[in-house]
């Protein structure tokens, strides 16, 4: 089992940043792709971005696309950030990580991610 760790999470005003981070452990072999997902209140999970950690290839869904950067933690193994910038209201939901270790993809889709990967609790964001 894996266990991700996610941080930096809070409440900022509009038109502030957090950094949130996600940590797996540096022992775990095979995690080729780790993705950053949104809930916002009343609504069901959604792919904010995901990025294969064998060459920091990042992928961004469209409504994330200019504000929020995913990144990899270049000295530390599996553990990647989501910098979000100029947050709006509408940003405000339990942002969670999750690693892949299935198989090769890192999808960009929503659904294709599942309980057979690797998910972390969650970490509160309120923009106000």
């Known amino acids: 089992h894996v266990q991700l760790v996610e941080s930096g999470g809070g409440s900022v005003q509009a038109g502030g940043s957090l950094r949130l981070a996600c940590a797996a452990p540096e022992y775990s072999s095979g995690i080729q792709c780790m993705g950053w997902f949104r809930q916002s209140p009343g609504k069901e999970r959604e792919v904010v971005a995901v990025?294969?950690?064998?060459?920091?290839?990042?992928?961004y869904a469209d409504s994330f696309k200019g504000r929020f950067t995913i990144s990899e933690d270049n000295a530390k193994k599996n553990t990647v950030f989501l910098q979000m910038d100029s947050l709006r209201p509408e940003d405000t939901g339990t942002y969670y990580c999750?690693?892949?270790?299935?198989?090769?993809?890192?999808?960009?889709?929503?659904?294709?991610?599942?309980?057979?990967?690797?998910w972390g609790q969650g970490t509160q964001v309120t923009v106000s």
């Open positions: 990025i294969y950690t064998v060459n920091g290839n990042a992928l």
């Open positions: 999750a690693a892949r270790l299935i198989d090769h993809s890192c999808p960009l889709v929503t659904d294709y991610w599942t309980q057979r990967d690797y």
